[in-house]
């Protein structure tokens, strides 16, 4: 498979792939990415991360003690680790991509009707990881195949803000006019309201697209 150069600017290969997802895609609902069983659990965890002054330690904790009790799985468990390592006030990015690789095994392990969105979540946050030691294209990268293994806004977000912080505000803007075209409402719907919340977005903004 080609790779992605990490300089220049040129993205067509990624930039064709992005174009097939939305046209293969066009008219799938948006799915959430964590199991609807472990959805309540994981919620605790994301509640305890965005607590003014969270407790790294204390969240870590929780994390392993809802896997323990059988309400995460260990990739879900190992997901939540990552974000925590991952998050401003731990910054710890070796521990954070080590346990991306760990969760990555883990999904496979776990096979299943998830391993697809799994997947899509390792790969979500080496993007993420990519996009927070400034490796755009990196990120650019990691975020497309997260798109492709699970169509979503919360991925397609992702890479909007990387093409405009890549300085591809044309096919930024030209990748949300067919979404626009070709989505049904409900897609539409979480799409201007993620461009609403993400300052990152501000520039695609419906009243700017159209």
């Known amino acids: 498979m080609p790779q992605?150069?990490?300089?220049?600017?040129?993205?067509?290969?990624l930039l064709e792939r992005l174009l097939q997802e939305v046209e293969e895609r066009a008219y799938l609902t948006p799915s959430g990415h964590v199991d609807p069983r472990q959805r309540e659990a994981m919620a605790q965890?994301?509640?305890a991360i965005q607590t003014p002054g969270f407790?790294?330690?204390?969240?870590?904790?929780l994390a392993r003690r809802l896997h323990a009790e059988g309400r995460i799985d260990k990739v879900m468990m190992l997901s939540a680790l990552h974000v925590i390592a991952a998050h401003p006030e731990v910054a710890d990015y070796v521990e954070a991509a080590r346990l991306a690789a760990e969760q990555e095994m883990a999904a496979m392990e776990l096979g299943g009707a998830n391993l697809a969105l799994n997947l899509a979540a390792?790969?979500?946050h080496r993007g993420v990881l990519a996009w927070l030691t400034d490796h755009p294209a990196i990120a650019l990268d990691h975020f497309v195949r997260a798109l492709e293994r699970q169509h979503n806004v919360e991925n397609l977000g992702n890479v909007l803000c990387v093409l405009l912080r890549l300085g591809e505000e044309e096919q930024a803007f030209s990748l949300v006019a067919r979404i626009r075209a070709t989505h049904p409402a409900p897609f539409l719907h979480e799409l201007d309201r993620r461009i609403r919340l993400d300052p990152d977005l501000a520039l695609l903004a419906p009243s700017e697209v159209a």
């Open 55 to 61: 407790s790294p330690d204390a969240a870590r904790a």
């Open 45 to 47: 965890v994301e509640r």
């Open 4 to 13: 992605l150069a990490t300089t220049g600017t040129d993205y067509r290969f």
């Open 122 to 124: 390792v790969d979500r």
